[in-house]
């Protein structure tokens, strides 16, 4: 039986053999060079920034209106600002600098939410990490079983959680911080621990689930080598799979920070709605009065929310780009 190299298949030195023999078959660019096209084209170009213009609009719009008084914002539109000009920093000074006890400003709230924030997004990516990690590359018994259970609890709803959460809570977490409490009088009786660990439970399923595919695609030569070299798990673990995560981790992180910034049903029942501990989101809902009629606080305090967001996103928006990409293109 004869076998027939493909001699007559031209292949060029900056390309793949599968590359080339596609072009070669077909009379066309191979896939990936096409929607590499596809995607910087000028009409694609053109679509993105129509789409980018239409996103940024409302926050726009509500960065003008936090600077409106509070007449102009009742009675006409933030898009009618040269028709009818209003300029003041009324609503950022009673947002920021209110003397009111019954309005307390949001100065502790912030404080609040990035100590939520902060602590809600590293426990569980270092946990999804070292889970990730073991489902990938580490083999023991019903690992198959067990990574799909995880999988799965993506598609339970959040709020059937809440209750059995809560009371377990109840009945075992608080008791505990009493009796810290009482033996070491400087560690609070109300804490951020029930918020901390009802974001980490929601958050570890898909958490898991995205690191494991990207430290799954790892080059198994890599860590073979290293374990001929006599390095164990956790020196593998940290040596080459964290420095060749960092980007998916960065990515889950910001997606995980935003949404424990913004969220607000979990700080509502986990938090206890007192000011030492709920965040700002909650703060915000208030902002309006009981009636609505003080809207005006809302478009400042709003603004300000999304201030240090922003600035995590810029921060990290390399890794993010470059997480995104991971794994879409050969080379």
């Known amino acids: 039986m004869s076998s027939v190299a493909p001699a007559d298949l031209p292949v060029s030195k900056d390309k793949g053999s599968i590359e080339a023999a596609e072009e070669a078959e077909y009379g066309q660019k191979p896939k990936t060079a ?17 789409i980018a213009i239409l996103w940024t609009i409302p926050t726009f719009g509500l960065f003008i209106s936090s600077f409106r008084p509070a007449e102009l914002i009742r009675t006409t539109g933030w898009w009618t600002i040269f028709q009818n000009p209003g300029f003041t920093f009324d609503n950022y000074a009673e947002v920021l600098l209110s003397p009111s006890s019954s309005s307390p400003q949001l100065g502790a709230y912030i404080v ?11 426990i569980p990516l270092v946990l999804a990490t070292m889970a990730a990690y073991a489902f990938a590359w580490i083999k023991f018994r019903g690992a198959n079983a067990l990574f799909i259970f995880v999988f799965a609890l993506q598609i339970v709803p959040l709020q059937m959680a809440l209750v059995p959460l809560l009371q377990i809570f109840s009945t075992w977490l608080r008791p505990m911080q009493a009796w810290l409490h009482d033996v070491i009088p400087i560690i609070p009786e109300q804490n951020y621990a029930p918020v901390w660990l009802a974001h980490a439970m929601f958050a570890m399923p898909l958490a898991i689930f995205l690191l494991h595919n990207f430290i799954a695609e790892i080059p198994g030569d890599v860590i073979e080598a290293a374990r001929v070299d ?3 798990h956790g020196q593998i673990f940290f040596r080459i799979v964290l420095p060749l995560a960092t980007p998916a981790i960065a990515s889950f992180a910001i997606f995980q920070f935003i949404w424990v910034w913004n969220d607000l049903l979990v700080a509502l029942i986990f938090s206890g709605g007192t000011q030492d501990v709920a965040p700002l989101t909650q703060r915000l809902a208030e902002l309006t009065g009981t009636r609505g009629q003080a809207w005006e606080l809302l478009t400042a305090g709003a603004f300000i929310s999304i201030v240090i967001p922003l600035i995590v996103f810029f921060s990290l928006q390399r890794y993010f780009v470059r997480g995104l990409l991971a794994g879409a293109t050969k080379g």
């Open 230 to 232: 006599g390095a164990t």
């Open 34 to 50: 096409r929607v590499k096209q596809r995607l910087t084209s000028r009409t694609a170009t053109i679509v993105s920034l129509i």
């Open 112 to 122: 609040n939410s990035i100590a939520i924030t902060l602590l809600g997004t590293l």
